[in-house]
């Protein structure tokens, strides 16, 4: 059964919900630099509601004394329009309503729609980071000139008791103990930077792919609306949906490392029974149809009829994370096998594909934030799945083990540790 027309109004409101709570200011400008979209991170950021800013040139969310520069710089950017982050080598700033100035980090991605070219600027708010670097100059600087003064006083009373002497050796030793913390924790803001960097770069080229698929397939479906051709609809139709289900699980991605990060995720354990365990497994299953490829299948064996202690929510955000990966890395017409064991000390889920495997190399960094194998870089994914079920099962205690080998298909496979 095709879906209708009507259906479709469902799937761009889908989009504009992710489109509009995103963390990040995002702001859509046509070729001439004028406002066409505008979600509500901006808004917070800026001041401005949509309505005001929608028809304006981008420039009035730009400084007075910046103006002419940034559109010399927005017209190169259009003759040559490849996805950057800007503001290497000088610092960025960004007008509110109010006409206070802010620091900000921008990063720009593309699209067109019948030759006619969209700008994606997704704007980060810095100002807490350029306050902490400001302190931590002061500090650094206040302390080089502590540290000067206070072996010009150790020179001068060389020749003192020594008792005076080792009091200063011991002050020495404290100072250089904080010059270390304070290089540490320099260090520690240019190693967060560069992470934000990272994910501005990679949320740019992620969401470019289905902002396009929706744009177009949404611009084609008008043209079809009133023609008697169904098929073309519901393929277009099912184009917006995958598109906004790729997009709804990048942001998933980002809220759920986000959330781990900040501590705001606990494991709610709860004792399940078998059929209930593996119902939950079945659902995951089932929902996940939509995104196989061209022949392929999803099978699923299971067994045990023990009650299991664990997180079922964790556990269907594990399931869709791996059947994902599978889904993804493994070719048409192939079979991706399920199987999962409740013993009377384990509980156990095993995802086997066919798909394109991981080299011993790389085995290793599977479970950092942002890391993709060397084999997966022109396939769609954040790098931020396996860490995140990493970080669900200590949340339960579980553990994941990985059998794999280029071209040969992978199996990971869970263990949660059940009481006896």
Excluded: W
Excluded at 56 to 75: D, F, N, S
Excluded at 79 to 89: D, L, V, Y
Excluded at 229 to 246: Q, Y
């Amino acid at each position: 059964m095709h879906e209708s027309k009507n259906d479709i109004p469902g799937n761009l409101y889908s989009f504009e919900a992710l489109f509009n709570y995103a963390t990040i200011g995002i702001i859509v400008t046509d070729e001439k630099g004028i406002i066409s979209n505008f979600n509500k991170q901006a808004k917070n950021d800026f001041g401005y509601t949509k309505e005001e800013v929608l028809g304006k040139p981008i420039e009035i969310l730009i400084p007075p004394a910046l103006k002419t520069k940034h559109e010399q710089y927005r017209e190169g950017y259009y003759k040559n329009p490849t996805p950057r982050a800007m503001g290497h080598g000088r610092d960025l700033f960004a007008k509110k309503k109010d006409g206070s100035v802010f620091p900000v980090e921008v990063s720009l991605s593309n699209y067109t729609i019948n030759d006619k070219l969209f700008v994606i600027a997704f704007v980060i708010d810095i100002t807490v980071r350029k306050e902490h670097e400001s302190v931590a100059v002061k500090q650094k600087e206040e302390l080089e000139r502590i540290t000067t003064q206070i072996k010009q006083l150790n020179t001068n009373l060389e020749k003192k008791v020594e008792d005076r002497t080792q009091m200063l050796r011991e002050t020495l030793t404290a100072l250089e103990k904080s010059k270390h913390e304070l290089s540490e924790a320099l260090e520690t803001e240019k190693d967060l930077g560069e992470l934000k960097s990272r994910f501005v770069s990679m949320a740019s080229h992620e969401f470019k792919t289905p902002l396009s698929t929706i744009l177009s397939s949404a611009y084609l479906l008008e043209k079809y609306n009133d023609l008697n051709e169904p098929a073309k609809r519901a393929k277009h139709i099912v184009r917006i949906k995958n598109a906004v289900n790729d997009m709804k699980l990048i942001l998933d991605d980002f809220l759920s490392l986000d959330k781990l990060d900040e501590g705001l995720i606990k494991s709610s354990i709860e004792a399940l029974t078998a059929e209930d365990c593996f119902s939950e497994i079945k659902i995951v299953i089932s929902e996940m149809q939509v995104n196989l490829k061209h022949g392929q299948q999803i099978t699923f064996e299971y067994n045990g009829e023990k009650n299991v202690v664990l997180d079922k929510h964790l556990l269907k955000n594990i399931c869709i994370n791996l059947l994902s990966n599978a889904i993804k890395f493994s070719p048409e017409n192939s079979v991706i096998k399920v199987e999962s064991l409740i013993t009377e000390n384990n509980f156990s889920l095993s995802i086997k594909d066919k798909g394109i495997g991981i080299s011993e190399e790389d085995k290793q960094h599977l479970f950092e934030r942002f890391f993709r194998a060397k084999n997966a870089f022109n396939i769609q994914g954040t790098g931020l799945g396996l860490h995140i079920v990493g970080k669900y099962l200590e949340l339960m205690n579980g553990t994941i083990k990985i059998e794999s080998g280029l071209n040969e298909g992978s199996a990971f496979t869970i263990h949660i540790p059940q009481q006896a």
